[in-house]
């Protein structure tokens, strides 16, 4: 038990670290080394703060995981939909063109948020990806959704053939079984 909780603590610690001190220009906190349980681990934990949630949301979402350890993940980016949380000015934002990215240039809504994220997202937003100040860039807001109400596949058992069938040989030489209701099965041998 206490092995388990390690890695989170240390994923933890260093997120936590990164983030009191980020700002534009800091490095983005490099939680695509860590392994998916460690990520799903601290994405459980209470201790760790909503927008480091947020990005492991986009991480896992980037790795294509479907669930956290059984579990749904992405609530917080779907909680926020059409929610606006953070004041957007009219006014164009002060950057110089060659830093201009829309949601165009990225080919997911979890790349597009993993980048709003690192260049000040969700308070910030130079780039323009989050016009409704919700906190989510493009169309990561429909694609968290779908990941917060993901059901996966039910497999329905296979029947295994009864071991009491008994099976004839017909007058040309066929193989069946005789069915509950009396006929003759000749796929059953």
């Not at 492991?56 to 949380?85: F, W």
């Not at 997202?121 to 860039?137: E, V, W, Y």
Request: hydrophobic share 25%; with cysteine; charged share 15%.
């Amino acid at each position: 038990m206490m092995k388990s909780i390690y890695p989170a603590l240390i994923l933890l610690t260093s997120c936590s670290a990164i983030l009191e001190s980020h700002t534009p220009t800091a490095s983005w906190p490099d939680i695509t080394t860590q392994s998916s349980s460690t990520l799903c681990s601290a994405y459980r934990s209470e201790a760790v703060p909503n927008r480091t949630k947020l990005m492991i949301e986009t991480e896992l979402a980037a790795r294509n995981q479907r669930q956290c350890l059984g579990a749904n993940y992405g609530t917080y980016s779907a909680a926020n939909i059409g929610l606006a949380l953070y004041p957007r000015p009219n006014a164009s934002y002060p950057t110089s063109p060659s830093d201009l990215r829309n949601c165009d240039d990225f080919s997911s809504g979890a790349q597009a948020q993993s980048f709003f994220l690192a260049n000040g997202g969700p308070t910030r937003d130079p780039n323009n990806l989050d016009s409704d100040g919700d906190g989510l860039a493009c169309e990561w807001g429909t694609q968290a959704r779908q990941l917060s109400t993901y059901r996966p596949p039910e497999i329905t058992p296979v029947r295994p053939r009864s071991s009491s069938s008994r099976c004839y040989t017909g007058p040309r030489g066929g193989r069946y079984t005789i069915t509950a209701s009396g006929n003759r099965n000749y796929g059953g041998c």
